[in-house]
């Protein structure tokens, strides 16, 4: 089975302009979960979706947003950039919402905001 | 709020063994887990501890004591190719599952 991919690899952006990046998960892997990781820190969560429903919402504001199709498949977009929201954006797959544990990563977007 | 806490570098020689601990405080806290991150790519799964005790996977072992709030990722028999950044995370539950990470330490392995 291909591992989790996301796209695009890299992107850069203006403050202002809006963002949108896509996963794909494992085959039969129902849970994606958003993370944020700054250079030099942890990732951070900012969603996760299973079944098209959002399950659960980091600490971020309303200028992120995302949605989940009927594959699975998964967006995160981010309006209005800010030159703070450059970071490395990682997808991960679970199986299920209460599977955290063995999540699979993507290789990230990375993302730079100008 | 939720936090944990680990070293920010570690440096260790070929061979050696070397111990990455981690505090965490959180609440919904179901279990630690521990990855791995070469040079900002997507982190893999390393470990996993829900119960008390030592979990061993080859080289690595990972251990967590619930009364204490603490844990540990052991790396033995450290090779080159272990320099990288560690990462420690709680899974939380709440509403869905998710994980609350660690600032990571860098493990810089010399010859």
């Known amino acids: 089975d291909a591992g989790v991919t996301q796209s695009p690899t890299h992107l850069i952006k203006t403050r202002g302009q809006h963002v949108t990046l896509r996963c794909s998960p494992i085959?039969?892997?129902?849970?994606v979960s958003w993370y944020q990781q700054v250079l030099g820190q942890g990732p951070q969560f900012i969603f996760q979706?299973?079944?098209?429903?959002?399950?659960g919402r980091g600490n971020f504001p309303d200028r992120f947003s995302a949605r989940q199709f009927p594959n699975y498949s998964s967006e995160l977009n981010v309006n209005a950039l800010l030159l703070g929201d450059s970071a490395l954006y990682l997808c991960?797959?679970?199986?299920?919402?209460?599977?955290?544990?063995?999540?699979?990563f993507g290789p990230g977007t990375r993302l730079l905001v100008l | 709020g939720q936090s944990l806490e680990q070293p920010s570098e570690v440096t260790a020689v070929e061979g050696a063994i070397v111990q990455i601990n981690c505090t965490y405080q959180?609440?919904?806290?179901?279990?630690l887990s521990w990855y791995q991150q070469h040079d900002g790519g997507a982190p893999t799964f390393l470990s996993y501890?829900?119960?008390?005790g030592l979990e061993e996977t080859g080289r690595f072992s990972s251990f967590l004591s619930r009364s204490d709030s603490y844990g540990y990722l052991l790396l033995q028999e450290l090779q080159m190719k272990d320099s990288a950044s560690y990462f420690c995370?709680?899974?939380?539950?709440?509403?869905?599952?998710?994980?609350?990470f660690g600032q990571g330490t860098e493990l810089s392995v010399k010859p």
């Open positions: 979706y299973y079944e098209k429903e959002e399950r």
């Open positions: 991960a797959a679970a199986r299920g919402p209460q599977e955290p544990e063995t999540q699979y």
């Open positions: 995370a709680a899974v939380i539950y709440n509403q869905g599952g998710k994980l609350i």
């Open positions: 959180t609440s919904g806290f179901y279990g």
């Open positions: 085959s039969g892997h129902k849970s």
């Open positions: 501890n829900a119960l008390d």
